[in-house]
């Protein structure tokens, strides 16, 4: 990995988890990861249940933050940006 990579990965990395902790039922982070589908999915249910669903969703946010706060760049690269694993 190069050094702009990782850079890159870094930034996304950072991003994606705190968004994910702080705005996780909304699926924010999800978009910032590339993912439209999963994204929409977390947002819709949160919508649609009339903020119901915004705790189910948060929770798996805040998992989902963690997860990614806690693995290191390259990791975090090969798991997320290059095999795009949508979920945890």
């Not at 798996?60 to 806690?70: A, K």
């Amino acid at each position: 990995m190069t050094d702009s990579q990782q850079v890159e990965a870094s930034n996304k990395k950072l991003a994606a988890g705190l968004l994910a902790i702080f705005l996780g039922s909304l699926g924010i982070h999800k978009f910032v990861l590339g993912y439209s589908k999963p994204g929409l999915i977390m947002l819709l249910v949160t919508l649609l249940t009339c903020g119901f669903g915004a705790s189910v969703m948060g929770v798996i946010g805040v998992i989902e933050g963690v997860i990614y706060l806690t693995k290191s760049p390259q990791e975090f690269q090969a798991q997320y940006l290059d095999a795009t694993r949508e979920w945890f």
